[in-house]
């Protein structure tokens, strides 16, 4: 979602961007008609003056509509997947010197430490930008970067139904 809002945004000025996003907003959020909130930001002001940033989603409508399938409780995990995609990627640096693991044991000796070293220097960098911010020393930290995501229960429960076998 993140990219294909930013896909839509980029060929409209500063000045308008904020009102576009709004209305795109209506877009993704849709409960069930999406394709109508689509159709109807084309017919706005906005529309008709960037109907690039409509065609964008028209064009990436197909990997889109899997998105709409889900709750909004869902949508709001899914929204950016950002986190997923830097752990994924200092993971990946981890593994790839290894050809093959003989046993599921041997990943786990070999990615959770990997882990824990990228959690502690997240949390470096956290309290770092913390003093430089001025925010007192006892304030508790987080193991996530960003706000905090309420309602994993339900968003797990409806991937697990959505996914059989996936998710444990």
Same mark, same amino acid.
């Given at each position: ?15 308008? *961007? ?6 795109? *907003? ?48 869902? *949508? ?59 925010? *007192? ?32």
């Amino acid at each position: 979602m993140v990219h294909l809002i930013r896909n839509s945004l980029r060929p409209v000025p500063r000045k308008h *961007r904020a009102a576009v996003a709004a209305e795109l *907003r209506k877009v993704y959020t849709a409960p069930d008609a999406a394709l109508d909130a689509l159709a109807a930001f084309a017919g706005t002001d906005l529309g008709r003056r960037y109907p690039q940033a409509a065609r964008i989603w028209e064009t990436a409508w197909e990997r889109f509509v899997p998105f709409l399938a889900f709750t909004p409780a869902v *949508r709001k995990l899914l929204y950016t997947t950002n986190s997923i995609e830097s752990l994924s990627y200092q993971l990946r640096k981890v593994t790839k010197a290894r050809g093959h693991f003989p046993t599921d044991d041997a990943v786990v000796k070999l990615l959770w430490p990997a882990i824990v070293n990228i959690e502690d220097k997240r949390a470096r960098q956290r309290a770092a930008r913390a003093r430089q911010d001025g925010i *007192r020393a006892g304030y508790p930290g987080r193991l996530i970067e960003g706000t905090k995501t309420y309602g994993w229960t339900d968003a797990l429960n409806e991937l697990a139904a959505a996914y059989p076998g996936r998710i444990r």
